[in-house]
Structure formats: C-alpha cells, structure tokens
C-alpha cells in the first residue's frame, strides 16, 4: 500500500472480537481511522465503501458493522470500508462533533491542501482507494435536516446512476466544487449517500441495504439504473461570513439572520415564490451568498428582503439538506438549490 495511506490501519477479515457486540464497541476498538478489507469469491475486483468522513454521521458505520457481523457468504468481489473520523465520533458527547475541534471539514479537503491533519487524512484515504483499485467507491453520510435518501454524483453516467439505485430514488448532479471526496476519487465511479437522519434507525436500514446489494451482486453493470429522479445542482447557500445566525420561529433578538426552525420541511418540494425563510435585522446587510458552479453568487436571483425584514424566496426554487441545526448551518451551509433533470443525457 501507498505511504501515504499508513494512517490508516489495515485489518484484513476483521474477528467477531475486532468488531465488537455493536458499532460504537467497533469504533472503541479501531480507536482511529481504519480500512477493514473482506475477501470475495473474485479477489481480481474490489467495491470500496467511504464512510464517518463526518463524526456526527454514524449511520454508515452502523451499517457496515451489521454488515460485517451478519454476513454469511463470502461477498461478490473483495470488500473495503474506510471508517475515518472514528475519533471525532467519539469525542463526548458522542457522534455529536462533524469535526475535530480546531481541525478543517474533512470531506472538503479532498483537493488540497494536504498539508494539516484533516488534509493528511484526506490524502491517506485517496492513497487507499489509489491502491486498492475498486471498480466503484460509494461514501455514506447522513444530514441534519428532514431529507428523504439520495445519492449525489459528478456525473450523470450508467456507474453513477446504478450506483445511487442501490441506495435511494433519488440522484443530485453536481458540478459544484466543495472538497468533496466524490470529486477527488477519479480513478472509479464514485456516489455520495445521504442515507438519512443519523440517529434514525431507518438511515442504517437505507445504508445496509444499500451495502448488501453492492456486495451481493456478480455484476455491478446489470443493476438497473431506472426510475431515479434526477436533479441538478445549481447553488450552495451560506450565510455570510461573519453574520450571527439563529434558527427560530420567531425573529431572534441576537441574531443577524434567523431562519426559521421549520425550514427543513421544504426539503426536496418546489417553494412557492415569496416563501418566507427568515428574518433579517435591518442593520446585517445583504445576509446570504449563493454560489453556483462557476463561482458567480446567485443569491440576488434566488432571494429577497421585504420591507418588514422578512427574507423571502425570489421566483419559485427546489432546496435540498436545509438544516435547522445551526452549527452545520455555520460550520458548512443553510442548503442547495436543485432544478429536476428533465433531459439527462
Ligand atoms: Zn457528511
């Protein structure tokens, strides 16, 4: 295995006694971030799965341990799993920090820099990914608000698109460039899942299916890619640097920008043109940027401030992984904006 990859531990055919009664017992044990390999019936091919890039995002750990405690037969092809923010995850109180206090998002360190300790595993896990030569990479996460399952891609290619069937009904095309891992792995198709609310036990559901029907399969390239709703990704909405931002059902004396505390019931439905989605203090200015992929801010576009301060939708807009938990809404972004595909290609 490449250098680089060394931070993370390798365990080959994990015991019964490495993976412990349950997933946090796994996590204690690997006590860092591990790639665990299982040998399949074809040991030429290898289907790698991502997962706990985020330390609040336990559902895809959850399931690869199920996984692994409860397979019987060898899978299709060789398996690995990369479990990565093990010790975020396990800062008290658990599975609560996305993050190492003081250290950058990892899943936006994925093109560089490479050279501080979110970076450094960054370049590990690409390094093992690199090495193992998967024919496919799948990174499973979960997100903070109301959000049914969906897979985010690239591209809008037959290996993206049947992988996002095995996971979910629903595909994001994005061409924004965040960091992201699926943007980093260039050497196989490669999906992000956003399997569901974590904590919930349905989003381990969603994540273990999803697992068992990637391994199961001789053939990844006879999965039927069919009726996936597909969306574009136009813009990713942050409020602005510097702004204080509370989630509420009313205005919020301290804050610059409150959004309100049910935002996240609009995700994945076309809001009504001047839908109200906070409120602003005369005084903040202009409260959100809206970046689309070629970096222009479309915020202007998508919203407005009326004259009693309440930010409304300009025209009507899909959004998608609106939060309500504020220090995701800070630490990374309010939502995205999608259009559905009517003509993928
Ligand atoms: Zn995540």
Known sequence: MNAGAGLLRAIDEPSPAELGP?????????????????????RRRCRLVVTLLHGNEPSGAAAVHAWLRERRVPPAVDAAFVIASVSA??????????????????????LGPFDDASGELAAAILAAIEAARPE?????HNNTGRNPPYAIGTGLDRPRLRLAALFAHRYIHSELRIGSLMEAAAT???ITVECGRAGDPESVGVAQRGIERLLASDDIEAIPADGLDILHSMVRVRARDGLRLAVSDARHPDADLTVTHDIDRHNFERLAADTVLGWVEPEAGWPVEAHDATG?????DLFYVDGDGHLRARGSWIPIMMTT????????????????LTHPT
């Open 325 to 340: 938990d504020p220090v995701i809404a800070r630490q990374d972004c309010l939502f995205y904006v999608v259009e559905p």
């Open 188 to 190: 196989a198709p490669c």
């Open 296 to 300: 222009r801010d479309r915020s202007r």
């Open 22 to 42: 349950d997933f946090t017992g796994m996590l204690e044990r690997l006590g860092g971030p591990a790639i665990l390999r299982v040998a399949g019936r074809d």
């Open 136 to 140: 496919c990479v799948v990174d499973i």
């Open 89 to 110: 995850a396990l800062l008290a109180p658990r599975f609560t920090h996305r993050l190492l206090p003081g250290t950058r998002d990892l899943n936006r360190c994925f």
